[in-house]
């Protein structure tokens, strides 16, 4: 990147949008419309619609003292569509509005930009509005995520049933362990600016957090094998708020196996090093983006043949509540906040 900086106030705000949506690719014959007239129009052909939004908030959401802007870019369309597959839809349009202050530059904001459109091109979605307004401090990010599917092919949180297989894709935990990670070593850079920050053999969990992806893969995996999931939803908050969720709107209860649940090797090593239990990191962590989602037991054989999910245990009926049954075979209820279910272990 250059060292040039080019104040955003030299372009106004009608010069901005078109500097940074110049290049758009238009993707989809349902972008009847996009970006440059005063709305979008859209048109899904027959097939119905989902919307999903999501803002980001500066020092709430993400801390650009190790979040590249580029990556922020790419994260902040992918946790949006993320939600869109965790309705069985496919995302088509995005629109992003931005606030900012005066200490981004428009070089900046070109780095940020670029993984937005890295994400759409990756994903397969148009850019199609948005807005830009000045921040009296911090970058604020708002995206919209639209997406369509056939009619009545949609997801719900509410439509498990007693006996179904309860199923997640991936693995988890990863990206807390990697939020850790880099709050601590913004910690030891603000006391000691001269140490050089430690970060060998951790990529794998800075990647889980500062680069997820949302799983396309395996909702085009249901359509292959012609599962329909009963319920779903993503992983954004870890997975056991996420499994009370579904529980609580669906009115069943579950129970879930510690042993199945995933947890890659680098996230379980790096978890030690902190001396944190690694199933309390997935449980409680969040910003997975995995799917976690249910499915009739006769749809087994057609799960065992992909290696991205994991039977994590069953919904039963709602007076046995949600249970977490432990390595050792002890039994707890599965809370909010996994760890204090494991206080005595």
């Not at 989902?50 to 590249?68: A, N, Q, R």
């Not at 050089?196 to 992806?213: F, M, N, S």
């Not at 579904?246 to 649940?261: F, H, M, T």
């Not at 994590?312 to 432990?326: D, L, N, R, S, V």
């Amino acid at each position: 990147m250059s060292e040039s900086r080019t104040e955003i106030s030299s372009l106004g705000e009608f010069g901005l949008i078109e500097h940074l949506t110049r290049n758009i690719e238009i993707q989809h014959a349902s972008t009847i419309v996009g970006v440059g007239d005063d709305a979008a129009v859209i048109d899904h052909f027959g097939k119905q619609t989902v919307v999903s939004t999501d803002l980001l908030i500066e020092g709430v959401h993400f801390d650009l003292m190790y979040t590249p802007l580029r990556h922020l870019g790419y994260k902040s369309v992918v946790v949006n569509l993320s939600d869109i597959y965790a309705m069985n839809a496919t995302p088509t349009q995005i629109t992003l509005s931005i606030g900012i202050s005066n200490r981004i530059s428009l070089e900046a904001l070109e780095e940020f930009y670029e993984g937005v459109y890295a994400a759409c091109d990756k994903y397969g979605v148009d850019l199609v509005g948005g807005d830009t307004a000045s921040s009296q401090k911090g970058f604020i990010i708002s995206v919209t995520a639209i997406g369509e599917v056939s009619p009545d092919q949609f997801v719900k949180r509410s439509t498990a049933k007693k006996g179904d297989l309860l199923c997640c894709t991936g693995d988890l935990g990863g990206a807390y362990i990697g939020l850790i990670l880099l709050e601590r070593e913004k910690k030891i850079f603000l006391e000691s600016p001269q140490i050089k920050a430690d970060l060998e053999g951790e990529k794998y969990v800075i990647g889980r957090l500062l680069k997820p992806e949302a799983r396309k893969d395996q909702v085009e995996f249901f359509q292959q094998a012609e599962i329909m999931p009963t319920s779903m939803m993503d992983i954004s908050d870890g997975l056991s708020s996420e499994i009370l969720h579904i529980c609580r709107q669906s009115e069943l209860g579950c129970v879930l196996y510690e042993d199945k649940i995933p947890i890659a090797e680098d996230t379980r090593n790096a978890a030690y090093k902190f001396e944190l239990d690694p199933t309390a990191c997935a449980l409680s962590g969040g910003e997975d983006y995995e799917l976690l989602f249910t499915v009739p037991q006769q749809d087994y054989d057609k799960l065992v043949l992909n290696e991205q999910i994991s039977v994590i245990g069953y919904m039963t009926e709602p007076e046995k509540g949600a249970k977490i049954i432990t390595k050792g075979g002890n039994t707890f209820d599965i809370t909010a906040q996994g760890w204090n279910a494991f206080a005595g272990k």
